[in-house]
Each structure stands twice: as structure tokens, then as C-alpha cells.
């Protein structure tokens, strides 16, 4: 059974924590820990994503590899006040098995994502906390210009504790995606179901959308089962040598995934993806933001791998 008052309890105290947690992605609010005014956590993180091929509408196949790393520092003001830096990179090969829906060769190869952000929250009761993030992220293919593929912009939200059991909140990001202005509303979800379940976001709110759903069940100590989805829209600047030079190249899908969680008390974790994309689809945009070529694909299968050391 769940002990509600010692719940209640630290959801009071870690509020501001549970925020900025949320803004950077954590799998669990529900799993942040009540930190002291004046301590500092880091956390180091690594991920590896394969997307398998998967056959494009008007010939070809297209699939991706990815490896990222990030570093993220918080910092606990006060108890109502925390504040959180983060930095990450993402190198993202593509790769194209005879692409007659883009035309002769590859539209693009290589994408690196280097990226910054900030996490502040602060409580303004025992129940209710704000939180903004700002953001920026280089989304280009490699020998473009960095300066050219930016993505900028911020998450801004607010969450409340309903119950000793339930955290709801509201949030919604406004970034510019290079050369178009993105806007996309979503939930802040922490419902312990009980004592097994847990329903919560899984994902990132960022410059390629909100952070999804996903419903987790503890089997035994250390262990997490967890199945969710979201949706994801980025754009990168492709270089001078590509298939549009100096355009744009655009993803989209609907990531659908089950986790296998190994928790090693509260310091480190790793976890196990599989899962697919649907609704998938491929844009080749000129310098202007046009479409010259599009190709939906079949549902790709998706594997990933990646862990976490918090000190």
C-alpha cells in the first residue's frame, strides 16, 4: 500500500525539482527526490537509437543511426526554487538504399544536433509551481553552417498536486524551427495509479514536440515495464553539397516504443527500447522552406539503448 502521507509529503517538498525534471525529460516525476536548499546534482547520460529500414512511397528504403550524450546540472535554490543547465549533442546517420522517391542520390547524410537548455521552477504554494525552459539546439547536416540550422525557443508551464497520488500540469512550447515558428500544447501527468502503476510522460518537451505519454508497472525492486508513445517533428539545414543545397530536410512519426527498466538504487539506470514509427513521412524543402519532394514511409521497427549516472 502506498504510505499517502509521506507521499504528499515529499511531492510538497520536491515540487520545484519534480519541475525541473519534467522540463529535461525524466521518465518518472514521480522519482525525483527531495534535494536541500543549497545541493547541486549531476546527471551524465548516453543514448543509442537505431531506426531500421523501412520502404519509402515511390521507391527506395531509409532508415537511421543515432548516438547522443548530455550532461545535466541542478541546482536547489531554495525550497521553492531550483534551476537546471543542460547540454547535449546527437550525431545522426542516415542512410538511403536507392532513393528513386528523392531522385538519384541521398538527400542528405550525416545530421548533428548540438544543443543547450535551462530548467527553472519555482513554487508558489505547497500545491502549484511554474516552470519555464529556454532552449537551442543546431539541427544541420554536416558542412553546413551551424549558425544556418538553429532551433530556439522555450516550454513554458505550470503543475499542480491534486492529490497525494496525482500531479497534473499544462504546458506549452513555442519554438522556431529554423525558418517556421512552432507551437504545440502538452500535458505534465504523474498519476501513481498504486503501489505498481504509474502513469506519466516519458519524453522531452522540446523543438520537436511535447513529451508524450507512457504507463509504467514496478515488478519487483529495481525493475520498470513501461509501454507510450508520442510525436515528434524536427527539421535540420542541409549543406551546399546536398540534394537541395543549402534546403531544408524534415522528419515526422509517431514514435510507439515498450521499456525494460534496471534501476541500481538512486544514482544509475539503464534502459531497453523497442517500438516503431507510424505515420512516418520524409521532406525535401528548398533554401525557401518549399517542398520539392515527400515520401511517406512504412512502419519502421526502432531499438534503443541508454543510461544515466546521477552524483
Known sequence: MIDTRLV?????????????????????????????????????????????????????????????ANLNVAHQFSTALSMSVRAAYVAEDWRFDTP????????????????????????????????????????????????????????????????????????????????????????????????????????????????GLELVYAFEAGWELGAGGTYRDY????????AAPGGLGRNTGIPIFARLTRRFGDAARIDLYAGLVADGRLRLLDANGETLRSADYGTAPLLAISGSFSF
Open 8 to 68: 504528499a509529503d515529499a511531492a510538497r517538498k520536491s515540487l520545484p525539482r519534480i519541475l525541473a525534471i519534467a522540463c529535461a525529460g525524466a521518465t518518472a516525476l514521480a522519482g525525483a527526490q527531495s534535494q536541500p536548499p543549497g545541493s547541486t546534482t549531476t546527471t551524465l547520460g548516453a543514448v543509442a537509437v537505431t531506426q531500421l529500414d523501412a520502404n519509402l512511397d515511390g521507391g527506395g528504403k531509409a532508415g537511421w543511426n543515432s548516438f547522443g
Open 235 to 242: 527539421r535540420f539545414r542541409l549543406n551546399d553539397d546536398a
Open 100 to 211: 528513386t522517391a528523392f531522385g538519384p542520390a541521398a538527400p542528405w547524410g550525416r545530421i548533428d544536433r548540438p544543443g543547450v537548455g535551462f530548467d527553472i521552477s519555482y513554487a508558489t504554494s505547497a500545491d502549484t509551481a511554474w516552470f519555464v525552459a529556454p532552449q537551442f539546439e543546431w539541427a544541420y547536416e554536416s558542412g553546413a553552417s551551424a549558425s544556418d540550422g538553429l532551433n530556439y525557443g522555450a516550454v513554458f508551464g505550470v503543475t499542480k498536486i491534486f492529490s497525494p497520488t496525482l500531479v497534473l500540469g499544462f504546458g506549452l512550447g513555442v519554438f522556431r524551427q529554423i525558418d517556421e515558428t512552432k507551437y504545440f500544447p502538452f500535458l505534465v501527468v504523474n498519476w501513481q495509479i498504486d503501489d505498481k502503476l504509474r502513469l506519466a510522460n516519458p519524453l522531452p518537451a522540446g523543438p520537436a514536440g511535447g513529451a
